[in-house]
């Protein structure tokens, strides 16, 4: 008895001896995170032109000056919202035929890049990386590359949004493909069923309902992204704001308009992709 308690205390010894380097090695780690911010800021404080501190005092001008010109116009505001309805559709549809065309892509690159799947498994890895740079670019990167070589519209914010959810949604669909249960694809491969066929029928039943929830998760996020890519000329929404923005006050009415047409639209696709998303996952359980 004796000895079992002298192991007992020196396990709790070493446990508590394990517990305060860890306290210590998190403080250290802390400490030196808060130090690379505080000089992080001030050489970004150094560099910028008109100075961090100096503009905190203004931060909130440009709100109070549109909130304020949207007040004073707001009978105008309706006709603002059928005009601006249309890009507003077209920044929709971009994102919807990105959302498709990646997920597609994406489902591809899974396949191709998960375990056990693979109808290449020595380019697993090759598969992997790919998805890893699709998603490393970020869209507007390459957007700005389509553009120069295709010009403006709607064309390169599709394509460039479509590759970057491949990337992403490649990941996700990867690691819900590794948790499908390989027994149906072995029974296909023992009559005889091809590559796809095994995929189609063994795989896909199995992992379709979260295929379709990242899916429509994705949707949400890329009609942000092609607002965002208007900015640079892209088409949609975004490229009304921006026009409506660079002119100023005169013109905040019809860039409040837009925001609000902007806000209703993902409150509502948020709604109803978190509908069918929850009744997709209660389906499956």
Do not use: C
């Not at 740079?133 to 709607?154: C, D, K, M, N, T």
């Not at 806000?263 to 359980?285: C, G, M, P, W």
């Amino acid at each position: 008895m004796a000895e079992l308690a002298m192991n007992g205390r020196d396990i709790r010894a070493d446990y508590m001896a394990l517990t305060q380097r860890r306290r210590i090695y998190s403080g250290l780690l802390l400490l030196v995170f808060v130090l690379m911010m505080i000089t992080a800021f001030d050489t970004l404080e150094a560099r910028n032109a008109g100075g961090f501190l100096n503009g905190l005092s203004r931060v909130f001008e440009f709100p109070a000056g549109l909130i304020a010109e949207a007040w004073a116009k707001a009978d105008r505001l309706p006709a603002h919202f059928v005009t601006y309805f249309p890009s507003l559709i077209e920044t929709i549809n971009i994102a919807a035929a990105s959302t498709i065309f990646g997920a597609l892509l994406g489902t591809l690159f899974a396949l191709l890049a998960t375990r056990g799947l693979a109808l290449w498994p020595r380019a697993t890895p090759v598969f992997r990386r790919l998805m890893d740079i699709l998603r490393a670019i970020p869209e507007i990167v390459i957007a700005l590359v389509l553009i120069f070589i295709l010009g403006g519209g709607p064309v390169p914010a599709m394509v460039a949004i479509a590759l970057h959810t491949a990337g992403a949604l490649g990941k996700l669909f990867s690691e819900v493909a590794e948790n499908a249960d390989l027994k149906p694809v072995e029974g296909l491969a023992s009559v005889g069923a091809n590559w796809a066929q095994r995929m189609w029928f063994g795989v896909m039943p199995q992992v379709a309902p979260n295929f379709l929830s990242y899916a429509m998760m994705r949707f949400e996020i890329n009609i942000r992204a092609s607002a965002i890519l208007g900015f640079v000329g892209a088409g949609g929404i975004g490229y009304d704001l921006r026009n409506a923005m660079t002119w100023g006050p005169g013109r905040f009415d019809q860039a409040a308009a837009i925001f609000l047409l902007l806000f209703v639209t993902i409150v509502v696709v948020d709604q109803i992709s978190s509908h069918y998303r929850n009744k997709l996952a209660s389906a499956e359980h």
